[in-house]
């Protein structure tokens, strides 16, 4: 049986590019986004594809996600925390640094997952040991020091801390939870200058989602499947 795999914001960007090569590996793709008005391409390869199950879902609404929930087809092989945002690259006196802008990119970037594995718990198939993937950051490892975009790297620290808590707590179920960087990609938030494109990064991440096992649980890798240091 083909295996199912959940995406968060994957109506654009990584998350967008997951979803493509998903569907072209045959796996059956769970498409979640905010606004099912702005998801022209996501609802336009669901016309495509059989194997496409699109729910709006904002992660950052436990309301929302619980509704989601009822809507999925599937049990869950792969779930991936890939909704996510950032406020600016600026530094600590940054005008993009304010208490409105923090507190949606702690929410969307750390009470997201967070909110996500929580609600959708009861969908992970947890008898042939779920994987759970949170996109994070290289900018949140605390060896990459910088001064621009604090909040946005804090937000990433914690993803990781998170990840780190969640992979102790679900190690005794056999399910697997990583964080990723999935590189400097060329997208809304990485710029046209970033080193690599949306479907390289989707590949190798997919790549690895689907290699996992329970010895790398607690871990943090580059899109490539390198180790990172937390």
């Not at 996510?84 to 640094?97: A, C, I, Y």
């Not at 790549?207 to 990172?228: A, M, P, Q, R, V």
Request: charged share 15%; aromatic share 6%; with cysteine.
């Amino acid at each position: 049986m083909n295996k199912t795999i959940l995406i968060t914001g994957a109506n654009r960007g990584i998350g967008l590019a997951l979803t493509k090569i998903s569907l072209v590996k045959n796996l059956n793709v769970e498409a979640c986004c905010r606004n099912l008005q702005n998801s022209t391409e996501l609802i336009n390869l669901s016309k495509k594809y059989d194997n496409l199950n699109i729910t709006e879902m904002d992660v950052t609404f436990s309301d929302s996600i619980t509704k989601a929930s009822k809507n999925l087809k599937k049990n869950v092989d792969i779930l991936v925390c890939n909704a996510g945002v950032n406020n600016g690259k600026g530094d600590l006196f940054s005008q993009d640094h304010n208490e409105n802008s923090i507190n949606e990119v702690m929410m969307a970037n750390v009470g997201g997952p967070f909110l996500t594995i929580q609600k959708l718990y009861n969908n992970l198939n947890k008898k042939n040991g779920a994987k759970i993937a949170i996109i994070s950051s290289l900018m949140g490892s605390q060896t990459h020091s910088s001064s621009n975009a604090p909040i946005y790297r804090a937000s990433k620290a914690a993803a990781n801390n998170l990840m780190r808590s969640i992979s102790a707590q679900f190690l005794s179920e056999n399910i697997v939870v990583c964080s990723y960087h999935p590189g400097w990609v060329r997208t809304d938030m990485g710029g046209l200058h970033a080193d690599i494109s949306p479907e390289e990064s989707a590949n190798g991440l997919l790549n690895h989602f689907l290699s996992l096992n329970i010895t790398d649980t607690g871990k943090f890798f580059n899109y490539n499947g390198d180790i990172l240091p937390l």
